[in-house]
């Protein structure tokens, strides 16, 4: 069985673009959550969905929007990138809501110069 | 936001058994605590989760008081394969707007040595 995809897996974009980050989760898993994780910090909650309706936010600015789609998969939207938004986002897929066990992918590697 | 607070490091040598606990307030009180394993360059691994009182799986503890307010996770007999980081995450439910927010630990290194 697959496990969790994430698309892309490294890019680098410039200060004021745009990107859009891919996550297709577990077969069977309706629950895609998003984190950032900023190299030597611990992994940063920014969203969960749940069978496409957004059931948990972070502390994120709405530049930062999500969405998900019929099939479960779900994409990452960050606007007017900072040098700040430098990070690895991290996609992780469940069969429930809240803190249920959690299945990562690899991640996306961004940079923003 | 929840608060968590886990030691920044810990070092065992093989064989040893390792506990590593995580300090949190707040949290929803309906909802599991979680354990995560990460090493380098790759995601969070599921390692236990649980509610209140012991879980026991194949590869770990976890010891939940009843106040939820702590959790301990318990490693039987590390190997110098268990060097990694090892995460706590709990959630906070917002009832009004049925919502969730998660919250990870900043994380323990556990260095294990021969």
């Known amino acids: 069985d697959a496990g969790v995809t994430q698309s892309p897996t490294h890019l680098i974009k410039t200060r004021g673009q745009h990107v859009t980050l891919r996550c297709s989760p577990i077969?069977?898993?309706?629950?895609v959550s998003w984190y950032q994780q900023v190299l030597g910090q611990g992994p940063q909650f920014i969203f969960q969905?749940?069978?496409?309706?957004?059931?948990g936010r972070g502390n994120f600015p709405d530049r930062f929007s999500a969405r998900q789609f019929p099939n479960y998969s779900s994409e990452l939207n960050v606007n007017a990138l900072l040098l700040g938004d430098s990070a690895l986002y991290l996609c992780?897929?469940?069969?429930?809501?809240?803190?249920?066990?959690?299945?990562f992918g690899p991640g996306t590697r961004l940079t923003v110069t | 936001l929840a608060k968590t607070t886990q030691p920044i490091s810990m070092d065992s040598y093989e064989g040893q058994e390792v506990n590593i606990t995580c300090s949190h307030n707040?949290?929803?009180?309906?909802?599991?605590i979680t354990w995560y394993q990460q090493f380098p360059s790759q995601g969070p691994r599921f390692i236990i989760q649980g509610y209140k009182t012991k879980v026991t799986n194949e590869v770990a503890s976890l010891f939940i008081p009843a106040d939820r307010k702590s959790s301990t996770l318990s490693l039987p007999r590390v190997s110098l394969s268990d060097t990694a980081v090892y995460y706590c995450?709990?959630?906070?439910?917002?009832?009004?707007?049925?919502?969730?927010?998660?919250?990870f630990g900043k994380g323990t290194k556990l260095s294990v040595i021969p």
């Open positions: 077969s069977g898993h309706k629950s």
């Open positions: 995450l709990v959630a906070l439910f917002y009832s009004g707007a049925g919502s969730y927010q998660l919250t």
């Open positions: 969905y749940y069978e496409k309706e957004e059931r």
């Open positions: 707040n949290i929803a009180t309906n909802d599991y």
């Open positions: 992780a897929s469940s069969v429930g809501t809240g803190n249920y066990e959690q299945y």
